[in-house]
């Protein structure tokens, strides 16, 4: 039995991806028979506030999973050698968006002066081309160890998809930085359809509240978009390919880098919103094709991409 801690900034709203992530890899480890805790990055970010330090050193991880971003934040020091699964920052700049942030030299010399005491893994969830040209300085120039960890689902959420659902289709993500796909195919399923849900980040939901009420089941289509850049250069799979599948929706995406995953008899994928709205169309006119769809993808996501898959993959890459 491990003891795994899971840093990350408990309290941000924004980030519905986040806290997806963080809950999934906790309900992984505690149903492996792991100890699982959660420690605020906000609070150990703070001098005046020793205490979440403390309970991390009591706590004694033997895993501790965080971004690369945050080590400077944490007593490396003070810890016994403990391994660390740190979400990495490009390691070469990249301006294919805004959002994206490269690594600081503080922090590769952080990572550099802990790398012998602390066992080390940097890992991705961007696609393998994109991990080797702005990733593969971590191995190169610092040696440390490097894993592609796609985004996944949690198996411990699944959720049979239904036959007559209530709602015509779900968008659930914030808007802002795919303002551009979100117009090309959120903006018309909206006026072609009116019986939808729609949150971003102008009426947030927690996560927790979609899985309760199963809002992605009770809902006929949900439309995954991406932003231009990810289609564009291949970035990667965002989360949703892989949750609402597994929390009984029905997806459309428009990403065709999909397709290294699922095939067409799993996932619809739609890069035209002509295309969207036609494909909405048929598949609320052919529930039991649409079943029949979620079914085989979910089969597939229970096989391939699962949290117990991404840390079976980490474990042994450590």
Not at 73 to 92: D, E, H, I
Not at 280 to 289: F, R, V
Not at 299 to 309: R, W
Request: charged share 25%; hydrophobic share 35%.
């Amino acid at each position: 039995m491990k003891k795994v801690a899971y840093i990350y900034q408990t309290n941000n709203k924004w980030s519905y991806a986040a806290k997806t992530v963080a809950n999934g890899f906790k309900n992984a480890f505690i149903d492996r028979g792991d100890t699982f805790r959660f420690f605020d990055i906000s609070k150990l970010e703070n001098s005046f506030w020793p205490a979440e330090k403390l309970k991390l050193l009591a706590f004694s991880p033997d895993i501790i999973f965080t971004s690369v971003d945050n080590i400077p934040y944490l007593p490396l020091n003070r810890l016994k050698s403990t391994a660390l699964v740190l979400w990495g920052s490009f390691y070469s700049p990249c301006d294919y968006e805004p959002q994206i942030d490269t690594i600081l030299k503080k922090t590769k010399q952080t990572l550099n002066k802990y790398s012998s005491k602390h066992n080390i893994l940097i890992w991705s969830q961007h696609d393998e081309l994109i991990n080797e040209r702005f990733f593969s300085g971590y191995q190169k120039e610092l040696g440390l160890k490097f894993i592609q960890v796609l985004h996944c689902a949690d198996k411990t959420k699944y959720t049979k998809p239904l036959i007559a659902p209530e709602f015509d289709f779900l968008w659930v993500g914030n808007v802002g930085h795919r303002i551009t796909t979100y117009k090309s195919f959120i903006e018309p399923l909206k006026r072609e359809f009116s019986n939808y849900l729609e949150y971003t980040e102008h009426n947030m939901i927690n996560p927790e509240t979609i899985e309760t009420k199963q809002l992605y089941s009770r809902s006929f289509i949900t439309p995954n978009v991406h932003t231009e850049a990810q289609i564009k250069n291949k970035i990667l799979l965002n989360e949703r390919v892989f949750t609402s599948t597994m929390l009984g929706g029905f997806q459309i995406c428009d990403n065709l880098l999909a397709r290294k995953y699922f095939n067409e008899h799993e996932l619809v994928i739609a890069t035209k919103s002509s295309d969207f709205i036609e494909k909405t169309n048929h598949y609320i006119s052919h529930p039991n094709e649409r079943i029949e769809m979620i079914e085989k993808m979910q089969l597939s996501i229970l096989k391939n991409h699962t949290y117990f898959n991404r840390i079976d993959d980490i474990l042994a890459a450590l």
